[in-house]
């Protein structure tokens, strides 16, 4: 069923490449069917769900995977959401790639990815930070504009590349979210 789903709402991207994909109205669909499921994996442990990254924003292009941000109490009770989320199809990544941020990845594990949960503090920097820049673009369509060509141009040079893809955006998020106060 997990497997129909993503094929029926357009996602999944090959394991650590690029591929960006017109907006579509699915993926809120997709989002929202997620939330469910994950808020039934986690109970109590989730005190927020969000969704967040580019296909949380209307009339952009993007990578076809569903960012979740899943604000927790403290970044160290995370390690108790690594069974649940295993148990639902969620791969854990581990705390390392991104710091204060509990990684997990849904989809043909080495093959595609379809959907990334990323567990951190609620309220914490990384919740605001993730949620201050999505709702300034949700607001925002000069910055979605620029967003977009930024996005675009960065998958044409790091199509093979997810990593350069991610970090090469670095620079654009901090300046639209400068001006937000994420203490």
Known sequence: MPQEQDESFGLGVRHLTVTLAAPDARWQKAYALEEVRIRGALGSLALDIQHFG???????????????????RRFEDGATCIGPMER??????????????????RGIKGETRTH?????????????????????????PALVKAYEE????????????????????????????TDGDLA
């Open 116 to 140: 990334l949960a990323h567990i951190v503090e609620h309220n914490g920097y990384n919740w605001k930070r993730n949620i201050l820049f999505r709702d300034r673009l949700r607001s925002n």
């Open 88 to 105: 639902i199809g969620y791969d854990y990544a581990g705390a390392d790639v991104v710091p204060n941020d509990h990684i997990f990845g």
């Open 150 to 177: 930024l996005k675009i141009d960065l998958a044409r040079k790091y199509a093979e590349n997810r990593a350069a893809y991610t970090a090469s955006k670095k620079a654009f998020i901090d300046k639209v979210v």
């Open 54 to 72: 580019s296909t949380a924003i209307p009339a952009i292009k993007a990578k076809p995977i569903i960012d979740i941000l899943i604000g927790i």
